[in-house]
């Protein structure tokens, strides 16, 4: 049984949702939002809503792609939005980089639209985040497997998704750990690519799960 | 002031079984570094409302979780009430005038209740306008105060918000239940979300065979869609809005209608409306309006449970906790983009949203002519109701509130 030198340390995060002081009307504010919102907003309306909204796996990516779709009646601007995967982005800079892509190349090419009130308005808000040890740790394989079935949501969100911003690696601290602690490259890449937009975080963690059993059964 | 007693038991185990014992470890973990350290709750209301209602079953998750937190009652006269009362509405955007007389009753009452309170906890979280001047006896012991605003602040009042705002600027913190709701102020504001608690009366899982006898005991049938409003009887909850939407749907499918809210018989305006209610619905068997008993919660439960749709069309609305108790249920819901309402309905995903008395009916007709979208929506309504809207996730927002004041000092 491989041991891992350094143990992987289970952590648990919450979020309070700040308000910000900046809301939008129409695209054209939205579009202003996006440029001047704060990192943490960014955060908050793409991975955060993520974990607070996992169980939506159809149709729901982020909240600006909802908000485009739901209440300024944009679908075609709404599945622009909704495509962009933040697995891709190692910051935030670049992802904010695309969304105003997106959103300002729609309103040059529809200016009538940008300036179309939408039905509700769109209100920047912030992550701020407690993260505290979950007290649990593992060092083998079957630890490992056990703390995550143990895990809360968010803690589970925490390491498999949020971390990829952390690593700034195309990756999670699972896949990191398994790969980096345990050398077991093929089970990181395949946990590492369980898609987080069609899987709830109970499916997901399921799969890593089946994953991990795969490979036991393999030692 | 008087301390709140709560004698009731919430075995914190008990919520493992609906939401996972990761869930109720990761509760322990965040109370941890909080034990022994004091927290009081100030509120104007022992009984009755919303904020009662919640703080009932939150004290007693909290001493589940070892935190030593009060609740603490603000007590005045009839002249203070009432008072509080023409801010409560003057903050809805209902016409006030102004009156300085009114300014001193208040600061009066909370100069006295300042008086009787050590207001030493090392957290205080005062719930709405009317204890919002206890900080003026804030100590200079460096403990944190947030003011927790339960109520729609989109359209105050002018002369009672400005006011009321040289109180609550000297906070540590504000927490509203829609961004809509948060204004301009010189310190953090938060999202904070009323909740349910899916084990109490209300909320939690009935015998079938007492849904029956409910429906029986109001001459519902049980075999054709309902599709039911849970208001008090409130213009603004838009009840004869119901009743019109409910026309435009009879004329396509089938259905009953039931408004079923507290009895009007100690609230002279509810009065009025229900008349007016039972004006609209003029007899119709079909529609079903029920005056219940002011304390309810089996048979609120009940009609919920029986429903095909609920219907939640208020024209303002604080946060509208009726659709959390409906989505719990895996009810679908229609509902109005009004105050708190969008936060727990996102469109197309957790329920519907609606815009008019038209805009009602067509997403009800929709509903009942496609069942399995009407299902899969009351599945992602109660998964919604779990992940963001349970006390349980209200508790840990609130020790989140506090270690993350602690950590800014």
Redesign the interface.
């Known amino acids: 049984m491989n041991i891992a030198e350094t143990p992987f340390e289970f952590f648990t995060v919450s979020y309070l949702t700040r308000i910000g002081n900046q809301s939008a009307g129409t695209l054209k504010e939205f579009l202003t939002g996006l440029q001047q919102c704060s990192d943490a907003s960014m955060f908050h309306h793409t991975f955060q809503t993520l974990s607070s909204h996992h169980f939506l796996t159809e149709g729901f990516s982020n909240d600006f792609a909802q908000w485009a779709h739901a209440d300024a009646n944009r679908e075609d601007l709404a599945e622009q939005l909704a495509i962009l995967d933040v697995r891709d982005y190692l910051s935030i800079a670049a992802l904010r980089s695309d969304l105003c892509r997106v959103v300002g190349d729609y309103c040059a090419a529809n200016p009538a639209f940008s300036e179309q009130t939408a039905l509700e308005r769109f209100y920047f808000c912030e992550s701020e985040e407690v993260m505290l040890p979950f007290e649990l740790t593992a060092r083998s394989l079957e630890e490992f497997r056990e703390g995550i079935a143990h895990l809360s949501h968010a803690s589970f969100y925490f390491h498999f998704m949020s971390s990829r911003l952390r690593l700034q690696l195309q990756t999670n601290d699972f896949s990191h750990w398994l790969a980096d602690g345990l050398g077991l490259g093929t089970l990181a890449d395949s946990v590492n690519r369980i898609d987080i937009y069609t899987n709830t975080l109970d499916s997901a963690r399921a799969k890593v799960l089946r994953l991990i059993d795969r490979e036991r059964r393999k030692g | 002031m008087s301390e709140v007693a709560i004698t009731s038991r919430i075995p914190l185990d008990e919520y493992a079984a609906l939401l ?4 109720i ?2 509760l322990r ?2 109370a941890k ?1 909080l034990r022994g350290r004091s927290i009081e709750m100030i509120n104007s209301t022992a009984v009755g409302g919303g904020v009662a209602e919640i703080l009932n079953r939150l004290l007693p998750l909290a001493e589940e979780l070892e935190l030593n937190m009060r609740w603490e009652v603000m007590t005045g006269g009839d002249d203070f009430y009432e008072v509080t009362k023409a801010f409560h509405n003057a903050l809805h955007g209902a016409p006030y005038h102004a009156d300085a007389k009114d300014f001193e009753i208040f600061l009066a009452c909370n100069e006295r209740n300042r008086a009787r309170l050590s207001l030493d906890a090392e957290f205080m979280i005062i719930h709405d306008p009317q204890p919002a001047a206890l900080i003026d006896g804030r100590k200079k012991n460096g403990n944190h105060w947030a003011w927790r605003c339960h109520i729609d602040l989109s359209h105050p009042n002018r002369a009672v918000w400005d006011f009321l705002d040289k109180f609550v600027a000297r906070y540590d913190a504000a927490m ?1 239940s829609s ?2 709701f ?1 204004r ?1 102020l010189p310190i ?4 904070f979300y009323p909740a349910i608690d899916p084990l109490s009366e209300k909320n939690r899982e009935l015998e079938s065979g007492f849904v029956a006898r409910t429906l029986a005991e109001y001459q519902i049938d049980p075999q054709r869609p309902i599709l039911t409003q849970i208001s008090r009887f409130d213009r603004l909850k838009d009840p004869v809005g119901v009743i019109r939407a409910y026309r435009i749907v009879k004329r396509y499918l089938d259905c009953q209608l039931v408004l079923a809210g507290g009895s009007a018989s100690d609230d002279p305006e509810g009065a009025v409306v229900l008349k007016e209610v039972q004006q609209e619905a003029n007899g119709e068997a079909d529609i079903h309006i029920i005056e219940l008993p002011a304390w309810a919660p089996l048979q609120v439960n009940a009609l919920q449970r029986a429903s095909t749709i609920v219907i939640q069309k208020s024209l303002r609305e604080g946060f509208g906790l009726t659709v959390s108790e409906a989505l719990w249920k895996k009810k679908p819901v229609v509902a109005s ?1 009004v105050g708190g309402i ?1 936060v727990q309905i ?5 329920g519907l ?1 609606a ?1 008019s008395v038209e805009g009602t009916a067509y997403q009800i007709r929709f509903l009942l002519s496609h069942p399995e979208i009407a299902a899969k929506l009351g599945e ?1 309504g109660h ?2 109701v779990k ?2 809207f349970l006390i349980t996730q209200k508790l ?2 609130y ?3 506090f ?2 004041m602690a ?1 800014a000092k």
Not at chain 2, 20 to 23: K, P, R
Not at chain 2, 188 to 191: N, S
Not at chain 2, 346 to 350: F, L, S, V
């Open positions: 996972g014992q990761g869930e470890d990761e973990v965040l570094p509203f961004p809509e948060s301009a953090p504001q938060y999202l983009a969008p996102i469109h197309k995903h957790t949203l815009h992602h998964e919604h992940e963001n840990k927002r020790m989140t509130l270690l993350a950590r």
